[in-house]
């Protein structure tokens, strides 16, 4: 079982940075592709970055691409999301995901474990 918190989110003004973190518990996490998703009220929940066990391999939304980084220290059982020039609608509940197998995944029904969201809200 892998518990994940999510941390670090928060109310910014538009072109403003965050960094979120996602602490994992347990000793399997180096091996774990980790994720982040997030849903904004009313729509579906949407892949936002993915990053693979190692951290060679990343994959992002093209709506963050550029904006956003995707980072792991596997020491310290975190995976984090920088955040940069933010826009309203980045607004939603940011969502950390592990998936057990080592293949990167956009979809959230591959991944096994969740967090329990933070919310980010970006003003105009």
């Known amino acids: 079982q892998v518990q994940l918190v999510e941390s670090g989110g928060g109310l910014v003004q538009a072109g403003g940075s965050l960094r979120l973190s996602c602490a994992a518990s347990?000793?399997?996490?180096?091996?774990?592709?980790m994720g982040w998703f997030r849903q904004a009220p009313g729509k579906e929940r949407e892949f936002v970055a993915a990053?693979?066990?190692?951290?060679?391999?990343?994959y992002y939304a093209d709506s963050v691409k550029g904006r956003f980084t995707i980072s792991r220290d596997n020491a310290k059982n975190t995976v984090y999301l920088q955040m940069n020039s933010l826009k309203p609608e980045d607004t939603a509940v940011y969502y950390c995901?592990?998936?057990?197998?080592?293949?990167?995944?956009?979809?959230?029904?591959?991944?096994?474990?969740w967090g329990q969201g933070t919310q980010v809200t970006v003003s105009s």
């Open positions: 995901a592990a998936r057990v197998y080592r293949t990167i995944a956009t979809r959230g029904g591959s991944y096994d474990y």
């Open positions: 347990g000793r399997t996490f180096s091996s774990y592709v």
């Open positions: 990053i693979s066990a190692s951290g060679d391999n990343i």
